[in-house]
């Protein structure tokens, strides 16, 4: 029986839509989703504008695609994670705060991509963000019923707090060097992971 996904036409449509999104992915990176038109994208990646809106839709259809391959490899980590019931509750928690702060370390212009998109107003979630917020929560509200985690703190926002305490970093660091004269390196990330590890552990864990 013929395998409908290796024909010509199927690799045809699958090249052209791979470059497109990853024309995309650059432009977005490198100016922010305002400042990138779909013209832009149609003519970096040679081809009409109308094939762009066949495999995408609009704007907005083409930047969800966009956050959801970039972040793709860590949101399949995160998904086993929250599958997961950890023997030891507090190595769920680290293991989450891991991958995302080693995901960041190596992509830090997705949380560059996503200061942006928050500072333009232009923020819609994608499927893949919509789908580890809710799995995110749950995971936290899990942990609070098992007397793990705080309960005075809503779980949304202690998801928001590990967010943004991750995300920050890979924004901010270049002055935060540069504020006490040192380098960014591998070092520096360090002693911030391990900083904001224990006090994002120390704020929301019960003692």
Known sequence: MKNKALTPQKRDRDKTSGVILRTATTLFLERGYAAVSLSMIAKQAGVTKSLLHHYFGDKQGLWKAVKDASVSSYAEQQRVLFSESPSNPEEGIASSITAYFSFLKKHPEIARMFALESFEGEYKP???????????????????????????????????????????????????????????????DARYFEAVTKVFNDGIQIQ
Not at 148 to 157: E, G
Not at 169 to 176: A, E, L, N, Q
Not at 178 to 184: G, S
């Open 126 to 188: 994608s499927a893949t963000e919509q789908e580890l917020q809710v799995k995110g929560i749950n995971f936290i509200r899990d942990l609070q019923k098992m007397n793990v985690l705080r309960k005075d703190i809503d779980a949304d926002m202690i998801l928001a707090l590990f967010s943004a305490l991750t995300e920050h970093w890979f924004i901010s660091r270049d002055r935060v060097a540069k504020l006490n004269d040192t380098k960014v390196s591998n070092a520096l």
